[in-house]
């Protein structure tokens, strides 16, 4: 993606820290700049979730981009955080243990790397809680 | 009096068996797993490295004790294993602890004393009055050279180690060093593996640093090894920690809770951090630890420590994050051809 | 607004077309078009082309003014315009002509799609193609586009359950359609089993249930109703057009499994063309998967929610059922070349009202297409009907 792009969004990527909008109380993350409930009007802070959360739905990639393949197979879901918000991640468990409903919590670790020379980029995946 | 303020401990969930690491080399697995006493060791997953155990092992220390990050002054990553040869895992641990950006930070090598050299660093920042809070870690996802002697313990963890003056959970009464240049184990600049010197490694290396750090630390505190509840010693494997500890006058019952060797491997960086909340994760106020650590090439840092009573308090919280015993039962194992695409040992196309 | 009529269609043959190239891909097209419309190329006001990574697959933008130039309408200096919303980007450039024509602005406007897709290998595919999605927050946390899919499809069946074999079906059907289609990538009829044990892609997702990588053009000719049989004697004119968009990433949907932009799209094209669901004869639907199948036939509104299993198993979208969905063989059998399949869409319906889809020829009046991008952030919706 770039070393800009990555770097601008580490502290989102490691910390999970997304938005919230103080005016209408919504969270957001990934970070949102602007409310869409709210646009203009709204008052948006940083904000740092708990990380844990619930499975809302998964599947197992078992062929990926040419960066993941070495991950291959593994379990991407779309996880609920306890404060309402849904984000895409990895979780990190064997490939029959995923269930909607699961349990997970939030854990750092490497996303990808560029090539042997380049930068390595790290965030946030999940385990089962 | 500066002390301990908290720590934290990460292992990987993966282990592989000394004997099916023996199977490939076609060596007898359960010779060399007594010869060493080393079972089994901790193997990284495929997307943890230095800097994801480090941060990890500093959440844990973080989670046990409510103070703010952002007084956290220094963060002293101690490996051999960092990621990047240029650029430091410490600042990533920083941004990831919410330390950052007013702090000092570097990383350091000094073989598998580098985290406690970093304790040392930080405790004379605290009591310089520089910062109130020093993060030291030793953390490494070590590699041994295939079929080599070392490939059945070079393992992946790390320890945290929070070092302040305010209500420290155990006061470190007094730290000195014994170094040397001593050649026992190196590895050069774009190496992938180590060298070593095989059995120089022991008496020269190990045993003349270890031993003469510790009786120099009984010296000048006037101790005898039955003065302390719990003797922590660099765990490269079983052996050499038994016979060092043993020779100094310490007992199996003193070492055997900060010996971690058996069912994790060496950890390096991270072995005696590791043994040291190993044994925090169970010691009682009043209690003390006598540790050592061994960095090949060559030193040992040794520390006097004692427990206070913050550590069964109610502004300290042990149960907020896994113990090392914890981590270790948590586990899956590996065959070889898995233990060798997580270590990078297969030469993948570009 | 005037009314618009379809009065000209091409296409290339869909597939791995290694001796053609980007942009003669649009001129095969495009000439056919052209000579299906009894035009010379002169008559043309405006070009809208619609693809999606032109400078991904190829390396090249400004490919409006490549492709007009090859076209041989350079020198006449029309407005020449790509449109882009990733696999939706050839629903767009319909829309965009459809509104130049109805507007009054332009009298003959063409609506292109083209995808030249390899030329590149399928790790880069693959990753062109995750552009589709949100790069940031749902490609680098490593959901592949099929993964997405296959998030959609685990949410929909646990909330109304689906066999794996009713799937399965919605894959053997279009395939058996693509069969009796000149310019599909396959051509062969295929069985259940061959579905259910082709290899995993992302579970519950096999190969089989996702449309392939292709090369490939479409091209449509509008002008207005009234021009219509200056050009051909079986004009289809378009009843109504609709377009909306949703959350770029799954995860910010009001429901995973259910496409609001696909009901948002229909709603307005059918508000505009005055007619009902049960007025539709056929539909080609966006099966980039055929989990998406499933949905665009409950979406668009035409079964309730979790029924469409059961309904591909019972025949009711087979070219002889109640509804017969992708006539043509959908993504799946012709291929998905992601800019063009928009267009091809048009150009299969207007085929099938003027009487000439011959093995698969539907008997129907009104026909609708629908065209997604991405899991559902674009989609377009038409309806045609016989002039």
């Given at each position: 993606?770039?070393?800009?792009?990555?770097?601008?969004?580490?502290?989102?990527?490691?910390?999970?820290?997304?938005?919230?909008?103080?005016?209408?109380?919504?969270?957001?993350?990934?970070?949102?700049?602007?409310?869409?409930?709210?646009?203009?009007?709204?008052?948006?802070?940083?904000?740092?979730?708990?990380?844990?959360?619930?499975?809302?739905?998964y599947?197992i990639i078992r062929?990926a981009?040419?960066?993941y393949d070495y991950l291959t197979p593994y379990v991407v879901a779309?996880?609920?955080?306890?404060?309402?918000?849904?984000?895409?991640?990895q979780v990190i468990c064997d490939i029959d243990k995923p269930y909607?409903?699961m349990p997970v919590k939030?854990v750092f670790r490497k996303?990808?790397?560029?090539?042997?020379?380049?930068?390595?980029?790290?965030?946030?995946k999940f385990v089962p809680a | 009096?500066?002390?301990?303020?908290?720590?934290g401990a990460y292992l990987p969930r993966y282990r592989i068996k000394t004997e099916e690491i023996a199977r490939v080399w076609g060596a007898n697995g359960a010779d060399i797993s007594r010869g060493l006493g080393v079972f089994e060791k901790s193997v990284p997953d495929l997307d943890e490295d230095t800097i994801t155990i480090s941060v990890e092992a500093?959440?844990a220390?973080?989670?046990?004790?409510?103070?703010?990050?952002?007084?956290?002054?220094?963060?002293?990553?101690?490996s051999e294993s960092?990621p990047?040869?240029?650029?430091?895992?410490?600042?990533?641990?920083?941004?990831?602890?919410?330390?950052?950006?007013?702090?000092?930070?570097?990383?350091?090598?000094?073989?598998c004393?580098?985290?406690?050299?970093?304790?040392?660093?930080?405790?004379?920042?605290?009591?310089?009055?520089?910062?109130?809070?020093?993060?030291?870690?030793?953390s490494d996802t070590a590699q041994g050279a295939p079929g080599d002697a070392l490939e059945y313990t070079a393992s992946a963890g790390g320890g945290?180690?929070?070092?302040?003056?305010?209500?420290?959970?155990?006061?470190?009464?007094?730290?000195?060093?014994?170094?040397?240049?001593?050649?026992?184990?190196?590895?050069?600049?774009?190496?992938e593996y180590p060298?070593?010197?095989?059995?120089?490694?022991?008496?020269?290396?190990?045993?003349?640093?270890?031993?003469?750090?510790?009786?120099?630390?009984?010296?000048?505190?006037?101790?005898?090894?039955?003065?302390?509840?719990?003797?922590?010693?660099?765990q490269p494997n079983a052996k050499?920690p038994?016979?060092?500890?043993?020779?100094?006058?310490?007992?199996?019952?003193?070492?055997n809770p900060g010996l971690m060797v058996p069912y994790l491997g060496n950890t390096y960086s991270g072995a005696?951090p590791v043994g040291?909340s190993a044994?925090?994760d169970?010691?009682?106020?009043?209690?003390?630890?006598?540790?050592?650590?061994?960095?090949?090439?060559?030193?040992?840092?040794?520390?006097?420590?004692?427990?206070?009573?913050?550590?069964?308090?109610?502004?300290?919280?042990?149960?907020?994050a896994p113990t090392v015993a914890d981590l270790l039962a948590d586990k899956k194992y590996l065959d070889y051809a898995l233990y060798a695409k997580h270590k990078g040992k297969i030469v993948m196309?570009? | 607004?005037?009314?618009?009529?379809?009065?000209?269609?091409?296409?290339?043959?869909?597939?791995?077309?290694?001796?053609?190239?980007?942009?003669?891909?649009?001129?095969?097209?495009?000439?056919?078009?052209?000579?299906?419309?009894?035009?010379?190329?002169?008559?043309?006001?405006?070009?809208?082309?619609?693809?999606?990574?032109?400078?991904?697959?190829?390396?090249?933008?400004?490919?409006?003014?490549?492709?007009?130039?090859?076209?041989?309408?350079?020198?006449?200096?029309?407005?020449?315009?790509?449109?882009?919303?990733?696999?939706?980007?050839?629903?767009?450039?319909?829309?965009?002509?459809?509104?130049?024509?109805?507007?009054?602005?332009?009298?003959?406007?063409?609506?292109?799609?083209?995808?030249?897709?390899?030329?590149?290998?399928?790790?880069?595919?693959?990753?062109?193609?995750?552009?589709?999605?949100?790069?940031?927050?749902?490609?680098?946390?490593g959901?592949?586009?099929?993964?997405?899919?296959?998030?959609?499809?685990?949410?929909?069946?646990?909330?109304?359950?689906?066999?794996?074999?009713?799937?399965?079906?919605?894959?053997?059907?279009?395939?058996?359609?693509?069969?009796?289609?000149?310019?599909?990538?396959?051509?062969?009829?295929?069985?259940?089993?061959?579905?259910?044990?082709?290899?995993l892609?992302?579970d519950?997702?096999?190969?089989?249930?996702?449309?392939?990588?292709?090369?490939?053009?479409?091209?449509?000719?509008?002008?207005?109703?009234?021009?219509?049989?200056?050009?051909?004697?079986?004009?289809?004119?378009?009843?109504?057009?609709?377009?909306?968009?949703?959350?770029?990433?799954?995860?910010?949907?009001?429901?995973?499994?259910?496409?609001?932009?696909?009901?948002?799209?229909?709603?307005?094209?059918?508000?505009?063309?005055?007619?009902?669901?049960?007025?539709?004869?056929?539909?080609?639907?966006?099966?980039?998967?055929?989990?998406?199948?499933?949905?665009?036939?409950?979406?668009?509104?035409?079964?309730?929610?979790?029924?469409?299993?059961?309904?591909?198993?019972?025949?009711?979208?087979?070219?002889?059922?109640?509804?017969?969905?992708?006539?043509?063989?959908?993504?799946?059998?012709?291929?998905?070349?992601?800019?063009?399949?928009?267009?091809?869409?048009?150009?299969?319906?207007?085929?099938?009202?003027?009487?000439?889809?011959?093995?698969?020829?539907?008997?129907?009046?009104?026909?609708?297409?629908?065209?997604?991008?991405?899991?559902?952030?674009?989609?377009?919706?038409?309806?045609?009907?016989?002039?």
């Amino acid at each position: 993606m770039g070393v800009p792009r990555y770097w601008r969004k580490q502290k989102n990527r490691y910390n999970l820290i997304g938005t919230m909008c103080k005016t209408c109380g919504s969270y957001y993350f990934p970070p949102r700049e602007l409310c869409p409930k709210c646009r203009r009007d709204g008052e948006i802070v940083e904000y740092q979730f708990k990380g844990t959360g619930k499975i809302v739905t998964y599947t197992i990639i078992r062929t990926a981009a040419k960066e993941y393949d070495y991950l291959t197979p593994y379990v991407v879901a779309i996880i609920e955080l306890d404060e309402g918000t849904r984000m895409t991640a990895q979780v990190i468990c064997d490939i029959d243990k995923p269930y909607i409903g699961m349990p997970v919590k939030s854990v750092f670790r490497k996303i990808t790397e560029e090539g042997k020379t380049g930068m390595l980029v790290y965030g946030t995946k999940f385990v089962p809680a | 009096m500066v002390g301990i303020i908290t720590y934290g401990a990460y292992l990987p969930r993966y282990r592989i068996k000394t004997e099916e690491i023996a199977r490939v080399w076609g060596a007898n697995g359960a010779d060399i797993s007594r010869g060493l006493g080393v079972f089994e060791k901790s193997v990284p997953d495929l997307d943890e490295d230095t800097i994801t155990i480090s941060v990890e092992a500093a959440r844990a220390a973080l989670a046990r004790r409510d103070l703010d990050p952002a007084e956290i002054g220094a963060i002293y990553v101690g490996s051999e294993s960092h990621p990047y040869a240029v650029k430091p895992t410490s600042v990533t641990v920083g941004e990831a602890i919410g330390a950052t950006p007013v702090m000092t930070a570097a990383d350091l090598e000094f073989a598998c004393k580098a985290g406690t050299a970093g304790v040392q660093a930080g405790m004379g920042l605290v009591k310089s009055g520089m910062v109130k809070y020093a993060l030291a870690i030793g953390s490494d996802t070590a590699q041994g050279a295939p079929g080599d002697a070392l490939e059945y313990t070079a393992s992946a963890g790390g320890g945290a180690i929070l070092v302040g003056e305010e209500d420290p959970i155990a006061e470190i009464n007094h730290t000195l060093s014994f170094s040397s240049d001593t050649p026992d184990f190196w590895r050069r600049e774009g190496q992938e593996y180590p060298s070593h010197g095989g059995r120089f490694s022991g008496e020269p290396g190990y045993f003349k640093h270890v031993v003469g750090a510790s009786k120099m630390m009984l010296e000048a505190m006037g101790t005898r090894p039955s003065d302390y509840d719990y003797a922590i010693f660099h765990q490269p494997n079983a052996k050499f920690p038994r016979n060092a500890s043993k020779s100094l006058g310490f007992s199996a019952e003193q070492i055997n809770p900060g010996l971690m060797v058996p069912y994790l491997g060496n950890t390096y960086s991270g072995a005696v951090p590791v043994g040291l909340s190993a044994v925090l994760d169970v010691a009682k106020p009043g209690e003390r630890i006598f540790v050592t650590s061994y960095g090949s090439g060559a030193g040992s840092d040794s520390f006097d420590i004692t427990v206070t009573d913050v550590i069964d308090s109610d502004i300290f919280d042990r149960s907020a994050a896994p113990t090392v015993a914890d981590l270790l039962a948590d586990k899956k194992y590996l065959d070889y051809a898995l233990y060798a695409k997580h270590k990078g040992k297969i030469v993948m196309p570009e | 607004m005037r009314e618009v009529a379809v009065v000209g269609v091409g296409l290339t043959e869909f597939g791995e077309k290694w001796n053609t190239s980007f942009r003669n891909l649009f001129v095969e097209a495009g000439a056919h078009a052209l000579e299906d419309a009894g035009m010379g190329g002169d008559e043309i006001d405006e070009i809208f082309v619609g693809n999606m990574s032109a400078g991904r697959f190829v390396l090249q933008e400004h490919v409006g003014a490549l492709i007009a130039d090859y076209a041989g309408l350079a020198s006449n200096h029309i407005p020449v315009t790509r449109v882009e919303a990733a696999c939706a980007s050839g629903g767009l450039a319909f829309r965009q002509a459809y509104t130049a024509v109805a507007s009054g602005l332009s009298d003959i406007v063409v609506a292109a799609g083209v995808e030249k897709m390899n030329d590149v290998d399928g790790s880069e595919t693959t990753d062109a193609l995750a552009g589709a999605a949100d790069r940031e927050w749902e490609g680098l946390a490593g959901a592949t586009f099929p993964g997405l899919y296959s998030l959609i499809a685990v949410d929909y069946i646990h909330k109304y359950g689906l066999t794996r074999e009713q799937l399965g079906m919605v894959s053997v059907k279009n395939h058996r359609n693509g069969a009796k289609n000149p310019i599909a990538q396959f051509q062969k009829e295929i069985t259940l089993d061959t579905v259910l044990n082709s290899t995993l892609v992302a579970d519950p997702l096999r190969l089989m249930d996702c449309s392939p990588v292709t090369d490939g053009a479409a091209a449509v000719i509008l002008c207005p109703l009234d021009r219509a049989k200056e050009f051909t004697d079986t004009p289809v004119k378009i009843l109504g057009v609709g377009q909306a968009t949703d959350t770029i990433s799954l995860h910010d949907r009001r429901d995973i499994s259910t496409l609001d932009a696909t009901t948002a799209a229909a709603n307005v094209a059918f508000r505009q063309a005055k007619v009902e669901r049960k007025d539709i004869g056929m539909v080609e639907v966006h099966d980039c998967f055929t989990i998406a199948e499933l949905c665009a036939i409950e979406d668009l509104g035409f079964a309730k929610k979790g029924t469409a299993g059961k309904l591909t198993e019972e025949g009711w979208t087979a070219l002889d059922g109640g509804l017969p969905i992708n006539p043509s063989g959908g993504l799946k059998a012709c291929g998905h070349p992601v800019g063009a399949t928009g267009i091809k869409q048009v150009c299969e319906i207007t085929t099938q009202l003027r009487g000439e889809a011959g093995a698969r020829q539907v008997d129907a009046d009104i026909g609708m297409t629908h065209n997604v991008g991405g899991t559902g952030a674009t989609v377009v919706c038409n309806i045609l009907g016989r002039a």
